[in-house]
């Protein structure tokens, strides 16, 4: 399916969704790298030289304000919630029009009537999502295709015959759900991993480093026509290793990792039933349990989102 095929909300809600994804982990990347500047300059020791240590001083008091700018920001936009929200929204959007494809809402009833009940489960979902963000209107008002909640590829599915909405059902939704679940389980899999072991070398690196300096004390580095100054290189290490460990924490890897990976796995047992399926009815039940199914991993992954 080509993104022109889903309703106009779903476009405009899943490309909220993923913009503003990418400014909360871009201010959390943001703040990891502020604070690994404050304690970068904080790691020499400036007091021999008079010429600079009044520079670094304020630039180290820019860093901290830029550090509460950004805690603000955090507080004041909420980019994850505006995230969750919106992902939200889509998801529904993108339930209900396989409902309505599959002619699994209303497969007696006649094609106005199925129109109009169809844009009536687009306004509920907006009347249960109260806080609809206006990066949703603003996206959907600036589509230049127009705004379409029954395209042509949803009217020409509902209207073909049973074996083609059987196979389209399970080609563009199940597979696609199925190979979407597996890479993303193994690719969040992958970076716990490597985050993992990144955060354990820098906590090795950092005892290691430490006992050694105890011994030796601190760098010393000569720069040309100024004093020497000593570098103390623990902290930066200290504040990667917590840097490491919030990314990880704040894209929860390991998380998506299983959940994915269930989901995954039951949308391989769903995707064997379409075999046997010759009716009407077997082909509303198994939408409406792999609709579940999806819906049960997106209301945890929601659910543990409203908890931040």
């Known amino acids: 399916m080509k993104s022109s095929d889903y309703p106009s909300l779903y476009i405009a809600s899943d490309k909220a969704a993923i913009n503003a994804e990418k400014k909360y982990f871009r201010i959390v990347l943001l703040k990891i790298s502020t604070l690994l500047a404050i304690s970068g300059l904080s790691a020499f020791s400036w007091s021999e030289i008079t010429d600079l240590r009044l520079g670094v001083a304020a630039i180290v008091v820019i860093l901290l304000v830029l550090g509460l700018i950004v805690d603000s920001i955090v507080l004041g936009k909420r980019y994850d919630r505006i995230w969750f929200d919106c992902r939200s929204i889509a998801e529904t ?10 002619r699994t809402s209303s497969s007696d009833k006649d094609q106005d009537v199925s129109d109009s009940e169809f844009r009536r489960s687009l306004l509920d979902i907006l009347k249960i999502e109260r806080n609809v963000p206006q990066e949703i209107s603003d996206n959907i008002s600036d589509d230049s295709m127009g705004v379409t909640q029954i395209t042509d590829y949803m009217r020409k ?22 190979a979407w679940y597996s890479a993303k389980s193994r690719w969040n899999r992958s970076r716990e991993f490597w985050w993992y072991v990144a955060s354990i070398a820098l906590q090795v690196g950092a005892a290691l480093l430490a006992t050694a300096l105890i011994f030796t004390g601190p760098i010393q580095i000569e720069i040309p026509e100024l ?51 010759d009716n009407e009815q077997e082909l509303q039940q198994l939408v409406l349990d792999v609709e579940r199914t999806i819906s049960r991993e997106h209301e945890i992954w929601l659910l543990r989102g409203v908890r931040n």
Do not use: C
């Open 157 to 178: 599915m509902r209207a073909s015959t049973l074996v083609e909405r059987i196979h389209r059902y399970s080609v563009d939704r199940i597979q696609a759900q199925l």
């Open 227 to 277: 004093h020497s100054v000593t570098l103390n290189p623990i902290g930066i290490l200290t504040t990667l290793v917590a840097g490491s460990l919030a990314w990880s924490q704040s894209r929860r890897f390991g998380e998506l990792a299983k959940s994915y990976s269930l989901v995954s796995t039951s949308l391989s047992i769903q995707a064997d039933r379409v075999k046997g399926i």
């Open 93 to 102: 959007v993108k339930a209900q029009m396989w409902f309505y494809v599959t």
